[in-house]
């Protein structure tokens, strides 16, 4: 059974740039949740789309956004790309919605440098 | 805003030494998960605890939900070097995960 999966892996950005980047849940898991990783902040929850709508959202600015696709795909797209922005966006999967009652199984991450 | 306090921040320890490391809250949690990133990796839970009091085990990881509810702990017994990694408390409580900041496992070979 194929975990989740995120591309790109690796990517470098200029200030100003626009990102997205692109997460494949597990099959049949319809819940996907992204989260931002940096060593200052540590892991901070963005927002989570279940049946491609939003259903909670993190303390994230409006430059982030993400949405669903009918298949479980989820993207997220970073507009006007800051140096702050530099972390390991992590996409996590899950059968519903919720984090507490569901396993979170979470991707290797994207990680985004932003020079 | 709810805050969770993990510690040791980091941790340098024997092969074969048992491990302990835990968390507090600000907040009375319902859910309390225990989860470990490898480098390179996304966080991998390890642990979930549901009910004030529940102790669980996982091979040679065990951890308890506290009697208060604000706080958890999770041990590691006679560690190895694949131990090696960051480990996260969380709360599930809310709907998203709220993390901890992490404590840095290393250990001398």
């Known amino acids: 059974k194929a975990g989740v999966t995120q591309t790109p892996r690796y990517l470098i950005k200029t200030r100003g740039q626009q990102v997205t980047l692109s997460c494949s849940p597990i099959?049949?898991?319809?819940?996907v949740s992204w989260y931002q990783q940096t060593p200052g902040q540590g892991l901070q929850f963005l927002f989570e789309?279940?049946?491609?709508?939003?259903?909670n959202k993190g303390n994230f600015p409006g430059r982030f956004s993400g949405r669903q696709f009918s298949n479980s795909r989820s993207e997220m797209n970073v507009s006007t790309l800051e140096l702050g922005d530099s972390a390991l966006y992590l996409c996590?999967?899950?059968?519903?919605?919720?984090?507490?009652?569901?396993?979170?199984?979470f991707g290797a991450g994207s990680r985004l440098t932003v020079l | 805003g709810q805050q969770l306090n993990q510690s040791p921040q980091s941790m340098f320890i024997q092969e074969g030494e048992d491990v302990s490391m835990n968390c507090t809250s600000s907040?009375?949690?319902?859910?309390w998960l225990w989860y470990k990133q490898d480098p390179g990796e996304g966080p991998v839970l390890l642990i979930a605890?549901?009910?004030?009091?529940e102790l669980t085990s996982n091979g040679r990881l065990t951890a308890q939900f506290g009697i208060t509810r604000k706080d958890s702990f999770l041990n590691i017994s006679a560690s190895i070097p694949s131990d090696v990694g960051i480990y996260f408390c969380?709360?599930?409580?809310?709907?998203?995960?709220?993390f901890g900041k992490g404590t840095k496992l290393s250990v001398k070979p």
């Open positions: 996590a999967s899950s059968l519903t919605q919720g984090a507490g009652a569901n396993v979170l199984t």
């Open positions: 099959s049949g898991h319809r819940s």
């Open positions: 789309y279940f049946s491609e709508t939003q259903r």
């Open positions: 907040s009375i949690f319902n859910t």
């Open positions: 605890l549901y009910k004030a009091g």
């Open positions: 969380a709360d599930g409580s809310q709907g998203n995960l709220i």
